[in-house]
């Protein structure tokens, strides 16, 4: 079986800082892509960020100049290194994995007081 296993989730103050982190475990292999997505209560699932193999990133708007994705492919691991966040970016985050499979993990809540 294929998991993927985030952490890093949890509650903190308007303009604070998280850090995400996702890690694959089993029989995965040819991951081309991984990303975060996140869903906020009454919302459809949205893009957060993604990066391919090659480094290539790209972020949904909102989140453009506060978050970095970055990755250590090697590992089967993905981060998200989340700042000056907002109350409006609280939601279960999910990590992604790209390949011959898709792969996600079970979501991490981030809650953001105001």
């Known amino acids: 079986q294929v998991q993927l296993a985030e952490s890093g989730g949890g509650l903190v103050q308007a303009g604070g800082s998280l850090r995400l982190s996702c890690v694959g475990s089993?029989?995965?292999?040819?991951?081309?892509?991984m990303g975060w997505y996140r869903q906020a209560p009454g919302k459809q699932r949205e893009l957060v960020a993604i990066?391919?193999?090659?480094?290539?990133?790209t972020y949904t708007d909102s989140v453009k100049g506060r978050f970095t994705i970055s990755r250590d492919s090697a590992k089967n691991t993905v981060y998200l290194q989340m700042n000056s966040l907002r109350p409006e970016d609280t939601a279960v985050y999910y990590c992604?994995?790209?390949?011959?499979?898709?792969?996600w993990g079970q979501g991490t809540q981030v809650t953001v007081s105001s």
């Open positions: 992604k994995m790209i390949g011959p499979r898709t792969y």
């Open positions: 089993g029989s995965i292999f040819s991951i081309v892509a």
């Open positions: 990066i391919t193999s090659g480094s290539t990133t």
